[in-house]
């Protein structure tokens, strides 16, 4: 019996081994036919003439040291990546009323790098020394206070990622962009660190009856706006740092107002008073600025949160496809209203949809990355993404979307983005 027992264990073990090495040469098969219809130089080739530092050779730059630290106290991206900049219009003014958009197409992951991250400026960025800034918290409240910067981060931190956009990011009237930065690049996204604007309020003794909070910034514009108090006592933050550092200027040193989903003009930067008051301000902000203008000639006033929205931003408009088969697809998603559910993409012009994956964190009101494997056959074709946030609100198309709206509004459109992939790869605004 004993011996038996030894010969079953030794074919086993037989045909174990013979198993992982029939995986192990699949596997290598699978992996030579990707990387086959990926692209690739094969080891055995020559390279090209003036190609002296590819491979088998030993390139310059393994040749000698490379720069000291001390060379960039700050550091800096590659000279190579020298292209990746925000997307500033050459015939937009750039001080009374500016706006620089995020190089999307050009990023990965979910967080925005603070140098790329979105600006729109009413009156241009003021140079704020954080010793001589105050936080005014006044109106109805028991304990109307004066904060410094020092103050305000003596309470209790916290840290959360959340996405910014600007409201008319981009707005429904032609000439339409070109490129992903171009149509959505007023959005990007952080981790921002700061206090609970709750906790502050409770500091000074919120009144019972104050309903709202009047926000207003320390720029030349001091731009003004107000704020629900059930925002203001949920998830609102006053923000002092961004990605780890301080706040630059563009983004509202020393001090911002964060209240994540809510349109990007209402995170007032360079904060400097909170009023606590029964009624909103009406000001210019929310009249005659980032209001919707209806078919009925009526005006949809104090819209608040960012419907769910996603946009590829590989391939897109731009971009081009070199060669045939496999290609990644991906993009963002986001929702003012917690977190995306599903994103759907469709490659034949909307007629059909597949589920993209998902990349973890999926994160309530921050950017989430999708993405979804595709085979491209030289043909033309028309790709786009619909995004689908917890709520079960489905992205629209622009025709569904401007049913509803009309076409004399200037903010707020969510529409989807479709990109069209002409036969040599090249990738345009399929809407223009």
């Not at 490379?66 to 015939?91: C, L, R």
Request: glycine share 10%; net charge neutral.
């Amino acid at each position: 019996m004993a011996s038996k027992t030894t010969a079953a264990s030794a074919d086993k073990a037989r045909r174990s081994l013979s198993r992982r090495r029939l995986l192990g040469e699949g596997g290598a098969l699978l992996g030579s036919a990707v990387m086959g219809s990926i692209g690739g130089q094969a080891l055995a080739e020559q390279p090209a003439p003036g190609s002296e530092n590819l491979p088998p050779n030993i390139p310059d730059w393994m040749k000698a040291p490379g720069a000291d630290m001390g060379s960039q106290p700050y550091g800096t991206p590659s000279p190579f990546e020298k292209n990746v900049v925000k997307n500033i219009q050459a015939n937009l003014p750039q001080y009374i009323s500016a706006s620089g958009r995020t190089p999307i197409g050009d990023l990965d992951g979910i967080i925005t790098p603070n140098g790329l991250f979105y600006e729109r400026h009413h009156g241009g960025v003021p140079a704020i020394d954080p010793e001589q800034h105050r936080l005014m918290l006044h109106g109805l409240v028991e304990r109307p206070t004066i904060f410094t910067m020092e103050d305000i981060r003596r309470f209790p931190s916290q840290s959360r990622i959340h996405f910014l956009e600007c409201s008319g990011n981009p707005v429904y009237t032609k000439p339409y962009g070109k490129t992903a930065s171009d149509l959505v690049g007023l959005l990007s996204c952080a981790e921002w660190t700061g206090v609970s604007l709750k906790l502050v309020l409770e500091e000074a003794g919120l009144r019972p009856e104050a309903k709202w909070l009047v926000a207003e910034g320390a720029d030349a514009a001091a731009l003004t706006r107000s704020i629900p108090i059930e925002k203001c006592l949920d998830d609102a933050m006053l923000v002092y740092s961004q990605n780890g550092e301080r706040l630059r200027p563009q983004q509202g040193y020393p001090l911002r107002l964060l209240l994540p989903g809510f349109e990007g003009n209402m995170n007032v930067k360079w904060l400097r008073r909170l009023k606590a008051v029964t009624e909103p301000a009406y000001s210019r902000e929310e009249t005659s600025k980032y209001t919707d203008l209806m078919p009925d000639g009526t005006a949809r006033e104090f819209t608040f949160y960012m419907e769910a929205k996603s946009i590829i931003t590989r391939p897109s408009g731009g971009q081009q496809l070199r060669q045939k088969g496999f290609h990644e697809i991906t993009g963002i998603a986001w929702t003012g209203h917690g977190k995306i559910k599903r994103v759907d993409i469709s490659v034949d012009d909307g007629k059909s949809w597949q589920e993209a994956e998902l990349q973890e964190p999926v994160l309530t009101r921050a950017l989430t990355r999708f993405r979804l494997p595709w085979h491209w056959d030289g043909e033309p074709a028309v790709i786009q993404s619909r995004a689908i946030d917890e709520t079960g609100y489905v992205q629209p198309t622009f025709a569904e979307l401007t049913s509803v709206r009309g076409v004399n509004s200037y903010y707020h459109n969510n529409a989807i983005q479709p990109w069209r992939i002409d036969a040599q790869g090249q990738v345009t605004n399929a809407n223009a």
